[in-house]
């Protein structure tokens, strides 16, 4: 199933006239040579965070203020629009209209709750779903909010597990996937972790119609202090997941898999030095469906490695320093660094650890 990217041709007719009106010759002129549009978070040379558009050269199409700092980010290709997610333990979640004919929505998560960094729209854009945090009850929830009626919370389904990180939806929509982190955080104690000796990380497939679990991949003992983090869809019903491992340096666990429903998960087993190069973090995973390709990124480790995505085997291994977000393109991903690269060009800012493709 070929996935619906979209081109620059795509995203000016979508977005239309009142954006393309707004932008600068020179934005304009990066916007009318790239193949493809992305967008992340990113925090400038003032320490001010905000969300940027950016063509397939690392162009900065646009800029837009945030409240403070983002993590991941979702895309509606129905309405076209962009949310941002609030990084752990933030409250605050902002839409923007990338048609430029509405201000951005800021929205806050409810008392007793806060974002995990990630959501995913409904495949017709009338529903978002955020991943969140009942703190209290140490329990990760969905948080629900209509997209039709100013993104109102309208309810919240379980996630079946602890710290709930990344969440992604089936192409064909029925079903949402959730990876639960396993890490019990509070808000009390910033970022600390609060129960590394007795994690519980997991992989759920919940029905997004009633919220109802399906099915429920919890990590061998041997792996229980593999955080599953990020995850990402192939076009063949495969669900790739990346991991952080909390455990001793010197392990070596295996920080990536994939798994389909009614399978047991499958775990990809990297040559050592890769692995190593990894550094038991992977901060991004993405499937290029076209290609058959997928990518991961290690900050930690400086390391951006390309899959097969059949085989599993490395294609490509490239030291990166700061390799953080990392999103499927027209061909091959577009990627970012910490340190501001986005595709080989230097911007003033500095990127947060998400790319989205618009589209």
Same mark, same amino acid.
């Given at each position: 199933?070929?996935? +619906?990217?979209?081109?620059?041709?795509?995203?000016?007719?979508?977005?239309?006239?009142?954006?393309?009106?707004?932008?600068?010759? #020179?934005?304009?002129?990066?916007?009318?040579?790239?193949?493809?549009?992305?967008?992340?978070?990113?925090?400038? /040379?003032?320490?001010?965070?905000?969300?940027?558009?950016?063509?397939?050269?690392?162009?900065?199409?646009?800029?837009?203020?945030?409240?403070?700092?983002?993590?991941?980010?979702?895309?509606? +290709?129905?309405?076209?629009?962009?949310?941002?997610?609030?990084?752990? +333990?933030?409250?605050?979640?902002?839409?923007?209209?990338?048609? #430029? /004919? @509405?201000?951005?929505?800021?929205?806050? @998560?409810?008392?007793?709750?806060?974002?995990?960094?990630?959501?995913?729209?409904?495949?017709?854009?009338?529903?978002?779903?955020?991943?969140?945090?009942?703190?209290?009850?140490?329990?990760?929830?969905?948080?629900?909010?209509?997209?039709?009626?100013?993104?109102?919370?309208?309810?919240?389904?379980?996630?079946?597990?602890?710290?709930?990180?990344?969440? @992604?939806?089936?192409?064909?929509?029925? *079903?949402?996937?959730?990876?639960?982190?396993?890490?019990?955080?509070?808000?009390?104690?910033?970022?600390?972790?609060?129960?590394?000796?007795?994690?519980?990380? @997991?992989?759920?497939?919940?029905?997004?119609?009633?919220?109802?679990?399906?099915?429920?991949?919890?990590?061998?003992?041997?792996?229980?202090?593999?955080?599953?983090?990020?995850?990402?869809?192939?076009?063949?019903?495969?669900?790739?997941?990346?991991?952080?491992?909390?455990?001793?340096?010197?392990?070596? +666990?295996?920080?990536?898999?994939?798994?389909?429903?009614?399978?047991?998960?499958?775990?990809?087993?990297?040559?050592?030095?890769?692995?190593?190069?990894?550094?038991?973090?992977?901060?991004?995973?993405?499937?290029?469906?076209?290609?058959?390709?997928?990518?991961?990124?290690?900050?930690?480790?400086?390391?951006?490695?390309?899959?097969?995505?059949?085989?599993?085997? *490395?294609?490509?291994?490239?030291?990166?320093?700061?390799?953080?977000?990392?999103?499927?393109?027209?061909?091959?991903?577009?990627?970012?660094?910490?340190?501001?690269?986005?595709?080989?060009?230097?911007?003033?800012?500095?990127?947060?650890?998400?790319? *989205?493709?618009? #589209?």
């Amino acid at each position: 199933m070929r996935s +619906p990217l979209i081109s620059r041709r795509g995203f000016l007719r979508a977005a239309g006239s009142t954006f393309v009106a707004g932008l600068a010759p #020179g934005q304009l002129f990066a916007l009318e040579r790239t193949d493809a549009v992305f967008a992340s978070a990113f925090m400038d /040379s003032t320490g001010h965070y905000g969300l940027a558009t950016l063509a397939e050269d690392g162009s900065i199409i646009d800029r837009s203020p945030l409240p403070n700092r983002a993590h991941g980010l979702a895309f509606d +290709p129905n309405f076209n629009r962009v949310v941002a997610f609030a990084r752990r +333990p933030g409250t605050f979640a902002a839409i923007f209209d990338l048609n #430029g /004919s @509405s201000a951005p929505i800021v929205i806050v @998560s409810p008392e007793g709750r806060h974002f995990y960094g990630h959501g995913t729209f409904s495949r017709d854009g009338r529903l978002l779903y955020a991943s969140e945090n009942d703190f209290d009850n140490a329990r990760g929830v969905i948080g629900i909010y209509d997209a039709t009626d100013e993104f109102a919370r309208i309810g919240e389904y379980p996630t079946y597990g602890v710290g709930p990180h990344d969440l @992604s939806i089936s192409l064909d929509g029925n *079903v949402l996937i959730a990876a639960n982190g396993g890490i019990e955080t509070h808000p009390d104690f910033g970022r600390t972790k609060l129960n590394l000796d007795r994690m519980e990380p @997991s992989l759920v497939l919940i029905d997004a119609a009633s919220g109802t679990m399906i099915e429920k991949h919890e990590l061998p003992p041997d792996f229980k202090q593999l955080s599953t983090r990020h995850i990402a869809l192939s076009g063949n019903h495969e669900v790739w997941f990346a991991c952080q491992y909390e455990g001793a340096h010197d392990d070596l +666990p295996p920080l990536i898999g994939r798994f389909r429903h009614g399978e047991p998960l499958e775990f990809i087993y990297l040559p050592e030095k890769t692995a190593r190069n990894l550094a038991n973090y992977v901060g991004a995973i993405a499937v290029n469906r076209n290609e058959g390709l997928v990518a991961v990124t290690s900050p930690r480790g400086g390391t951006y490695v390309l899959l097969d995505a059949i085989s599993g085997t *490395v294609v490509q291994e490239v030291q990166l320093a700061g390799a953080s977000g990392i999103a499927a393109g027209l061909h091959g991903f577009g990627f970012s660094t910490e340190g501001g690269l986005f595709n080989g060009r230097q911007s003033p800012v500095n990127w947060d650890q998400h790319v *989205v493709r618009i #589209g």
